[in-house]
């Protein structure tokens, strides 16, 4: 037997104990070290980029200016960012509604269905390949399939625009947190006579809730905040319409663009309120996320 194994006679440590356990301290320090210092660089910018935001955005942010009309002329002081609030979460809720029901299925089909099946890699592929497509991609998409074709920029062209952004996301996470869910419990239920789907409905989607829930909040929020699949998709109005289907309508994010490369002041003003909007927006996204999952996260454990 080794020295390295064998106890001194008194009965304490091995000789080689101490110098391998001072080792693993010392390493483990120095990667806690790095590890912080690597997030409080990545939160710097983050912190100082919400802080200016807030800022500036403050300046002109009052519940008129969530509520009211925009200014016919961006030169022209005061107006509010009342069609674009409501346009945001029109097209984003209705870019919700086509992408998380087909994304959960496509999903389910991938983990519980296609396994290792030709089409389910090719499902796999494309979904990963999709995720890594720029935005602006989408939006042309959308536009040569559906702007040009019906001659009309609208809600719903640009609802398209962003379910076709979250559709990946959505199939990714719900593959990835239907494989978590352990193999014993659908064995169970199908030793208790459940068939297939019924196993998938009360036993493995319930353990996988919260994973699935907060990627598509998670995905709603990514698509309340792009701008280029919108700006060809939708059009600018200066007044507030809820018909997705009907006329032009407008969004923060392109609010944001246009305001922002006014050079006027007042439109400049517009765009850092605009900013600060959509932050709260998706800030109130994530917050839902997380009480989603922890909600979820109980009741599994109860």
């Known amino acids: 037997m080794s020295t390295a194994t064998v106890p001194p006679p008194s009965g304490g440590p091995s000789l080689t104990a101490a110098p391998h356990s001072r080792r693993r301290k010392l390493s483990n320090?120095?990667?806690?070290?790095?590890?912080?210092?690597t997030f409080l660089i990545a939160l710097v910018p983050l912190v100082f980029l919400v802080i200016y935001v807030v800022q500036q955005g403050s300046k002109v942010m009052s519940w008129s200016f969530v509520t009211d009309d925009l200014p016919f002329v961006d030169r022209l002081p005061g107006g509010g960012m009342g069609p674009a609030v409501v346009g945001t979460l029109l097209i984003t809720g209705g870019a919700a509604l086509m992408a998380i029901p087909l994304g959960v299925l496509g999903g389910i089909y991938l983990n519980e269905y296609g396994g290792t099946r030709p089409l389910a890699r090719l499902i796999r592929f494309l979904a990963?390949?999709?995720t890594g497509v720029p935005s602006i991609v989408m939006g042309l998409f959308i536009y040569t399939l559906v702007v040009l074709n019906t001659k009309e920029r609208t809600g719903f062209a640009g609802a398209l625009a962003l379910a076709c952004l979250m559709l990946?996301?959505?199939?990714?996470?719900?593959?990835?947190?239907?494989?978590?869910?352990?193999?014993?419990?659908?064995?169970?239920?199908?030793?208790?006579?459940?068939?297939r789907v019924r196993t998938i409905r009360t036993v493995v989607l319930p353990n996988a809730a919260a994973g699935i829930v907060s990627g598509a909040l998670i995905a709603v929020a990514r698509a309340a905040g792009e701008t280029a699949p919108l700006l060809f998709t939708i059009g600018v109005v200066t007044e507030t319409n809820t018909d997705l289907f009907k006329g032009q309508n407008t969004a923060l994010s392109v609010q944001i663009f246009n305001n922002a490369t006014s050079p006027f002041t007042p439109a400049q003003d517009r765009a850092w309120g605009a900013a600060l909007t959509l932050i709260v927006i998706v800030f109130v996204f994530t917050i839902l996320a997380r009480l989603v999952t922890a909600f979820f996260a109980r009741r599994q454990t109860a």
């Open 29 to 37: 320090a120095v990667a806690s070290v790095l590890i912080s210092a």
């Open 128 to 130: 990963e390949v999709m």
């Open 168 to 195: 990946p996301i959505v199939i990714r996470t719900t593959d990835q947190m239907l494989s978590l869910v352990p193999a014993e419990l659908r064995e169970g239920s199908y030793a208790l006579g459940s068939r």
